[in-house]
Nanobody, 125 residues
Framework: QVQLVETGGGSVQIGGSLRLSCRASRYASKGNCVGWFRQAPGKEREGVAALDTGGISTYYADSVKGRFVISQDNAENTVSLQMNSLKPDDTAMYYC??????????????????WGQGTQVAVSS
Protein backbone atom coordinates (compact mmCIF):
# COMPACT_ATOMS: atom_id res chain seq x y z
CA GLN A 1 0.00 0.00 0.00
CA VAL A 2 1.54 3.30 -1.06
CA GLN A 3 1.38 6.19 1.36
CA LEU A 4 1.34 9.79 0.20
CA VAL A 5 2.20 12.82 2.30
CA GLU A 6 1.51 16.36 1.12
CA THR A 7 3.35 19.39 2.43
CA GLY A 8 3.54 23.06 1.54
CA GLY A 9 0.05 24.44 1.99
CA GLY A 10 -0.65 27.72 3.70
CA SER A 11 -2.12 31.17 3.36
CA VAL A 12 -1.08 33.65 0.70
CA GLN A 13 -2.33 36.87 -0.78
CA ILE A 14 -3.75 37.25 -4.27
CA GLY A 15 -1.00 36.96 -6.83
CA GLY A 16 1.29 35.07 -4.50
CA SER A 17 2.89 31.66 -4.91
CA LEU A 18 3.00 28.38 -3.04
CA ARG A 19 4.75 25.10 -3.71
CA LEU A 20 3.09 21.85 -2.72
CA SER A 21 5.00 18.59 -2.51
CA CYS A 22 3.76 15.01 -2.45
CA ARG A 23 6.13 12.32 -1.24
CA ALA A 24 5.29 8.68 -1.88
CA SER A 25 6.47 5.78 0.26
CA ARG A 26 7.08 3.93 -2.97
CA TYR A 27 6.20 3.91 -6.63
CA ALA A 28 5.92 1.12 -9.12
CA SER A 29 9.11 0.60 -11.06
CA LYS A 30 7.56 2.02 -14.21
CA GLY A 31 4.81 4.39 -15.17
CA ASN A 32 3.03 5.87 -12.20
CA CYS A 33 0.39 8.52 -12.63
CA VAL A 34 0.47 11.18 -9.92
CA GLY A 35 -2.14 13.87 -9.75
CA TRP A 36 -3.04 16.90 -7.71
CA PHE A 37 -6.67 17.53 -6.89
CA ARG A 38 -8.51 20.15 -4.90
CA GLN A 39 -11.80 20.41 -3.15
CA ALA A 40 -13.43 23.57 -1.87
CA PRO A 41 -16.29 23.47 0.65
CA GLY A 42 -19.53 22.44 -1.02
CA LYS A 43 -17.83 21.58 -4.30
CA GLU A 44 -16.75 18.38 -5.96
CA ARG A 45 -13.14 17.29 -6.00
CA GLU A 46 -11.52 18.48 -9.23
CA GLY A 47 -8.34 17.56 -10.98
CA VAL A 48 -5.71 20.30 -11.13
CA ALA A 49 -2.64 18.69 -12.68
CA ALA A 50 -1.09 15.30 -13.23
CA LEU A 51 2.00 13.69 -14.65
CA ASP A 52 3.30 10.32 -15.71
CA THR A 53 6.44 9.61 -13.68
CA GLY A 54 7.70 7.28 -16.38
CA GLY A 55 7.56 9.82 -19.15
CA ILE A 56 7.25 13.50 -19.94
CA SER A 57 3.49 13.88 -20.16
CA THR A 58 1.81 16.48 -17.99
CA TYR A 59 -1.84 17.43 -17.75
CA TYR A 60 -3.50 20.58 -16.47
CA ALA A 61 -7.00 21.83 -15.83
CA ASP A 62 -7.85 24.85 -17.97
CA SER A 63 -8.30 26.94 -14.84
CA VAL A 64 -4.62 26.58 -13.88
CA LYS A 65 -2.82 26.43 -17.22
CA GLY A 66 -0.04 28.97 -17.38
CA ARG A 67 -0.07 29.43 -13.58
CA PHE A 68 0.66 25.99 -12.10
CA VAL A 69 3.53 23.68 -12.94
CA ILE A 70 3.75 20.03 -11.93
CA SER A 71 7.16 18.38 -11.72
CA GLN A 72 8.87 15.34 -10.26
CA ASP A 73 12.00 14.52 -8.31
CA ASN A 74 12.56 10.85 -8.92
CA ALA A 75 15.34 10.59 -6.38
CA GLU A 76 12.96 11.62 -3.63
CA ASN A 77 9.76 9.96 -4.93
CA THR A 78 8.28 13.44 -4.88
CA VAL A 79 5.92 15.25 -7.18
CA SER A 80 5.56 18.98 -6.67
CA LEU A 81 3.01 21.56 -7.72
CA GLN A 82 4.30 25.10 -8.12
CA MET A 83 1.35 27.47 -7.92
CA ASN A 84 1.82 31.04 -9.13
CA SER A 85 -0.50 34.00 -9.58
CA LEU A 86 -2.87 32.55 -7.03
CA LYS A 87 -6.49 33.66 -6.97
CA PRO A 88 -9.23 33.37 -4.34
CA ASP A 89 -10.82 30.62 -6.47
CA ASP A 90 -7.71 28.52 -5.83
CA THR A 91 -8.64 28.29 -2.15
CA ALA A 92 -9.26 24.63 -1.33
CA MET A 93 -7.91 21.51 0.28
CA TYR A 94 -5.32 20.07 -2.08
CA TYR A 95 -4.73 16.34 -2.34
CA CYS A 96 -2.22 14.29 -4.21
CA UNK A 97 -3.13 10.91 -5.60
CA UNK A 98 -1.28 8.06 -7.25
CA UNK A 99 -2.04 5.21 -9.59
CA UNK A 100 0.40 2.45 -10.45
CA UNK A 101 0.24 2.37 -14.19
CA UNK A 102 0.02 4.88 -16.99
CA UNK A 103 -2.13 7.97 -16.91
CA UNK A 104 -5.65 7.30 -18.15
CA UNK A 105 -8.11 10.15 -17.71
CA UNK A 106 -5.55 11.72 -15.35
CA UNK A 107 -7.72 14.57 -14.08
CA UNK A 108 -10.50 12.29 -12.90
CA UNK A 109 -10.44 11.27 -9.22
CA UNK A 110 -11.75 7.84 -10.25
CA UNK A 111 -8.43 7.08 -11.96
CA UNK A 112 -6.48 6.88 -8.68
CA UNK A 113 -6.26 4.30 -5.93
CA UNK A 114 -4.11 6.05 -3.33
CA TRP A 115 -4.67 9.44 -1.74
CA GLY A 116 -2.88 11.71 0.68
CA GLN A 117 -4.52 13.44 3.63
CA GLY A 118 -4.53 16.85 1.99
CA THR A 119 -3.02 20.26 2.64
CA GLN A 120 -4.99 23.49 2.88
CA VAL A 121 -4.39 26.43 0.57
CA ALA A 122 -6.04 29.78 1.30
CA VAL A 123 -5.78 32.80 -0.98
CA SER A 124 -6.99 36.11 0.36
CA SER A 125 -7.07 39.72 -0.72
Amino acid sequence: QVQLVETGGGSVQIGGSLRLSCRASRYASKGNCVGWFRQAPGKEREGVAALDTGGISTYYADSVKGRFVISQDNAENTVSLQMNSLKPDDTAMYYCAAHFGGCWNPLSPNSYHAWGQGTQVAVSS
